[in-house]
């Protein structure tokens, strides 16, 4: 079974797809592009394909990662050419590798999120990330499907940088991957409880920038 | 309930802006949110300016459970193909959006460029059931349009009902600017010509002018140039055209050659999940078995069927052009296909080895559905297979001309649990003309025989059967139109009666499954489905008081519909019994007596009077023709195979991905 690595994009409107509807979108344009998957044996086939670390609904990312197999040996660029022409608007796939041994998720330890905060106040933000990182630890409280869940979010943030853009003022957040996993909205709470000058106006926008492993605080793509 | 905020109104020329900026920054406090992005594959978005005509299509009800109907599909399809014709989608939103939309200032928008539903010529709605009245209205009013047909402007759509429960629009007369009967693919065509010139020769006539061209027609129905008068006693005295050049009666439009109309080709495949992801393709139109109860037999016929190399054609285009793995061979009753055998057993040939898989609705109770089932499930698990005997006695199928002898159903069940089948569903109705007690106690009889087989031929216990129980209402165009409904109330005695027999037999019991509703939402079904104009004011009560989403027992409220219709029919001298469940006599004049689906009124009677004498009619495809009426009338013809024909296996091609 050869084994095919991708990564890919959600922008713009397509980023509302939950990772169900990416699932679907993707494994119709497999079949769209007749690509010769492999399958899982037993009573209900499915195509063999590994996603990793899916990011959340109403977020754009340029960098999600999986893996596919396949049943027959393809040339990769042109399954990435012809899978290309399948795809929804938005759903956007851009790069693909064959494994080298290892999984689609090793090293992949930590995000870069670019946070856009429109209408809030870019003075009040950038006062907030400096508490935030002048702090051990931040108790924040998130709502599961277990009920309320409170834990450290600070300790996972590995850098902050805030900045204002076209008058937008904007957060880089680098995330670790760590369990429970932080997301970037936990970090936007964390800030706004830490500092009250700051708050969150219009529902902001997220992007996944990169994923990668870990050097010195910054975040190396694997490939 | 707040009206809508002040809408944008669409600028009297260029093209409105799209909506989406506006849109999105809801779109992160709404539920589902994919579901109002659109953009889906296969959709199209064309340019304002060149288009003559403009449509925006609904199914009045969530994306989850409008996209998949074919009916939009194949009109979305046959317009947007005019390249003077543009054609969007628009759904009923969510509670939730539609708040936050009101609050915004957003008003209704199309998913294809995110327009605004007030600016497109006609927005016309597909209604398969009387429950998507109140989401009619629900549009309408965020689109920022007035509620009624009479204080709607020049520049607003108009307003189009269409789909089965059109068959009868009296109850939402008052919303609609229009109606059709009947197949869509020529009537919509046949309107966005009148529309054009209309609107090329400066739209004479204002409004009126070209609603009263539609009606001239006899093919489109516009309800205000119809009086209804009442009798003292509330009956109907009589309805009739209020302007000279409008006909007395409007008819129902009929698709002949279903093979020159491959539809839809390329249906859109969503993003978000959706109730049916399969590909359909209606293998026939229409349905001559005379089931009394099936508004939808009455109304389609003749039968039409499409060849099998249609079929396969429609079937192999559409997996390409959608990705979907799942296709649906649809119909009123798919195993009656002339050459269904052939159908079935070669396109699970053509698709042998791959991941697709095809799927019959059928319904018919015989050995031969069974063979059909196997090769459907060749490769597959054979869990359930259902059936719909719909009568629990033999009288009770008499008098509904549903022809399933029991000794037929005990062998057709005994196939398929020999078969690997481990699942039988059993689908009945309670409430059906002359119906007692005994009748619907006969569906435990049946079941228990139907397990006893089943472990017989099996030689297994873990074999069930599943009882699926629906409440019968009356609709019109059928039989069963001057029926009395059954009252909730001794519908819920009845099955809770049949549920405690079930339940309290040792030896079956376990093995039978029971489900069904309650009463309730049949009756607010029924008062909507045989309703007349009065019936209006009760769905505009109710929505008025925050009721939608009618066919989600969620959001569904009887006590609402109750209430409602107490003070919205107050003075009129009749309530819901009197729509419900009170029988009518063949001199009353049915509010729907001016809209003609073909069907001679007089054998409706005669065949009304025969199922009460528990008489049963043949079906005319296989029988000589029993003069329904509706060929002579609608100048049609039963348009059926065998043709005999075979289909091709699919060419197998080197796979091009290959590395060199």
Known sequence: MQRLQIRYA?????????????????????????????????????????????????????????????????????????????????????????????????????????????????????????????????????????????????????????????????????????????????????????????????????????????????????? | MNIATTPTPAPATGAPESLFPRLEPLLARVGKPIQYVGGELNSVVKEWEAADVRWCLSYPDAYEVGQPNQGVAILYEILNERDWILAERTYTVWPDMAELMRGAGVPQFTLDAHRPVGAFDVLGFSFSTELGYTNMLETIDLAGMPLHAVDRREDDPIVLAGGHAAFNPEAIADFIDAAVLGDGEEISLAISEVVREWKAEGRPGGRDGVLLRLAESGGVYVPKFYDVDYLPDGRIRRVAPNRPSVPYSIRKHTLMDLDNWPYPKHPLVPLAETVHERYSVEIFRGCTRGCRFCQAGMITRPVRERSIETIGAMVQAGLESTGLEEVGLLSLSSADHSEIADVTKQLADRYEGTNVSLSLPSTRVDAFNIDLANELSRNGRRSGLTFAPEGGSERMRRVINKQVDEEDLIRTVATAYSNGWRNVKLYFMCGLPTETDEDVMAIADLARRVIETGREVSGRKDIRCTVSIGGFVPKPHTPFQWAAQLDSATTDARLQKLRDIIRADKRYGKSIGFRYHDGKPGIVEGLLSRGDRRVGAVIEQVWRSGGHFDGWSEHFSYERWMTAADGALAGTGVDVDWYTTRERDYDEVLPWDHLDAGLDRDWLWDDWQDAIDERPVDDCRWTPCYDCGVCPQMDTEIQVGPTGLTLLPLPTVRNPLAAD
């Open chain 1, 10 to 223: 959600k922008r713009g409107r397509a980023r509302f797809t939950s990772h169900r509807d990416f699932v679907r979108a993707f494994e119709r344009a497999l079949r769209r592009a007749n690509v010769p998957m492999a399958y899982s044996s037993g009573f209900n086939p499915h195509p063999r394909i590994s996603y990793v670390n899916s990011s959340p609904t109403g977020a754009a990312t340029e960098a999600e990662y999986l893996e596919i197999g396949l049943a027959e040996v393809c040339d990769p660029q042109k399954v990435l050419a012809k899978l290309s022409e399948a795809m929804p608007d938005g759903l956007v796939l851009r790069e693909i590798r064959e494994a080298e041994g290892g999984k689609v998720g090793d090293g992949l330890e930590a995000s870069v999120w670019r946070v856009e905060l429109p209408g809030a106040d870019g003075r009040a933000m950038a006062d907030a990330a400096r508490l935030f990182l002048d702090c051990d630890r931040m108790e924040t409280e998130r709502m599961t499907k277990h009920g309320p869940r409170t834990f450290d979010a600070r300790a996972d943030v590995k850098g902050i940088s805030a900045y204002v853009t076209d008058g937008v003022p904007m957060l880089d957040l680098v995330i670790a991957h760590s369990e429970p996993l932080v997301r970037p909205d936990d970090v936007l709470r964390a800030l706004q409880e830490l500092h009250p000058a700051f708050s969150v106006v219009d529902p902001p926008k997220l992007t996944r920038l990169v994923q990668g492993r870990l050097e010195l605080n910054r975040v190396i793509a694997p490939w």
